[in-house]
């Protein structure tokens, strides 16, 4: 069945380090690919998202961009900042079933000053 | 503001007190899902809708009910909670086909002892 996995967490950096949270999927056809944010006690948030191979989605600074041949997303940001840290999913919605998204287990980031 | 709305944040029961989260919605989404959330499976659907009164069964539904009745409102039932039953719900919603993206609540936190 579809599934989507992410790299273990926390994921530790400092202050306007650089970041990357790796995210394959496996899923048939072609799947739109999301990032969700949850903040400490709040609910998920959209972050950014691709609809078909190699759009690049972003938001707030964040990039992922959709490969196909790696079926992969991952989610890149240059400089984070101590507000960046969160917990951050990989989803993928099928467009056969709209109703339903698939999520990876989720990374938690924690920045330092 | 556009959201989505659950009741209660907290919950502590106990094993077999039939409960009800609420959920509601004021953007007019003809979908809405319930999922809950535990460390290290990331989100996973228990129940969606696709209007009102029509509802189904998504990955986990076993020990849940959920009812449609208006399209703002999607409560989700726990007739006899168990243990393990224990974790993170959230409710969304969406717009419907191949639409775009999906709205969260804040969660609530079900403990049953």
């Known amino acids: 069945g579809d599934s989507v996995t992410q790299m273990e967490g926390p994921v530790t950096l400092s202050e306007e380090a650089f970041l990357t949270i790796n995210c394959t999927y496996t899923a048939t056809g072609y799947p739109s690919l999301f990032w969700y944010v949850q903040y400490p006690g709040e609910g998920l948030q959209l972050l950014l998202k691709?609809?078909?191979?190699?759009d690049k989605g972003s938001n707030k600074g964040f990039e992922a961009t959709y490969r196909k041949e790696t079926t992969s997303f991952h989610l890149e940001k240059g400089s984070v900042q101590v507000s960046d840290s969160a917990v951050y999913f990989c989803?993928?919605?099928?467009?056969?079933?709209?109703?339903?998204?698939?999520f990876g287990s989720g990374t938690r980031l924690l920045v330092r000053p | 503001e556009a959201q989505v709305t659950q009741n209660p944040r907290y919950l502590i029961t106990v094993t077999g007190k039939k409960l009800t989260v609420t959920c509601s919605q004021n953007m007019n989404h003809e979908y809405m899902s319930w999922y809950r959330q535990d460390p290290g499976l990331g989100l996973r659907q228990i129940y969606y809708?696709?209007?009102?009164?029509?509802?189904d069964k998504g990955d986990v539904p076993e020990g849940y009910k959920v009812s449609r009745k208006e399209k703002r409102n999607f409560p989700l039932i726990l007739e006899s909670p168990s243990p393990n039953q224990t974790s993170l719900y959230f409710c969304?919603?969406?717009?419907?086909?191949?639409?775009?993206?999906?709205?969260f609540g804040q969660g609530t936190r079900l403990t049953v002892v």
């Open positions: 691709a609809t078909k191979a190699d």
């Open positions: 809708s696709m209007n009102v009164e029509v509802t």
């Open positions: 989803a993928l919605r099928r467009p056969d079933s709209s109703y339903k998204l698939i």
């Open positions: 969304a919603s969406s717009l419907g086909q191949g639409a775009g993206e999906a709205f």
